[in-house]
């Protein structure tokens, strides 16, 4: 009873010294974002058991279960900012799934070229490992938006991934994919199945 009694008087505590404005944050982030869930509602999709958002202007990436906030991952989109045309090597916006998993076993760091293993980091280098590690490929799920066309994420072979240059991990570095570290992005790709929600937004 004594530490739910001290407990209540931080909080108080804290709401006097930083305002409850301040606190509005943190519970607004703690939960999946109403612009998603508006979109799935648009869309006719139900949250899936898992979620994962990405936060363009933060390079972070927010996991979800079961509608809780699990953790934030940092990440790396497109140094060409967002945009969803073919070719234009942005970062697609809105609601998508991931739609194949590739790489399931391979160590950190194998490199793929068409989704194909061609070798190592350790054995060919950094600037040979621009898909590594774990391909997750995204599908686009709002026709015309970010599906079918020349705006179709699939078509535009969008994946999350990871790089052999981990350094650039947090800043706009990819050429439209989301980069991960190694740790991060084997713990995604195992815990996430296959038709799991993934929304991408500028904030």
């Not at 009873?1 to 505590?13: F, G």
């Not at 509608?67 to 970062?91: D, I, M, Q, W």
């Not at 590690?133 to 079918?148: A, E, K, M």
């Not at 179709?152 to 989301?178: F, N, V, W």
Request: hydrophobic letters at 35%.
């Amino acid at each position: 009873m004594k530490s739910r009694v001290l407990n209540w008087v931080i909080c108080v505590a804290a709401m006097v010294s930083f305002g409850c404005a301040s606190l509005h944050p943190v519970q607004t982030q703690n939960r999946l974002p109403e612009k998603f869930l508006t979109d799935c509602q648009r869309l006719d999709f139900q949250p899936t058991k898992y979620v994962l958002t990405v936060n363009i202007s933060r390079q972070a990436a927010r996991l979800f279960e079961d509608g809780h906030f699990v953790r934030e991952l940092p990440c790396s989109t497109s140094r060409f900012a967002s945009g969803e045309v073919k070719n234009s090597y942005r970062t697609p916006r809105g609601l998508h799934r991931v739609a194949e998993k590739i790489g399931g076993g391979e160590p950190a760091g194998t490199i793929f070229r068409d989704r194909k293993i061609i070798g190592h980091v350790a054995q060919l280098g950094v600037k040979a490992g621009g898909i590594t590690t774990r391909i997750l490929w995204l599908d686009g799920l709002d026709p015309g938006f970010n599906s079918g066309g020349n705006v179709d994420t699939h078509a535009r072979e969008i994946y999350l991934h990871g790089t052999g240059d981990q350094t650039s991990l947090g800043k706009p570095a990819s050429m439209g994919c989301i980069h991960f570290a190694d740790p991060d992005l084997i713990a995604l790709y195992d815990l996430l199945p296959s038709g799991t929600l993934v929304w991408i937004s500028e904030q």
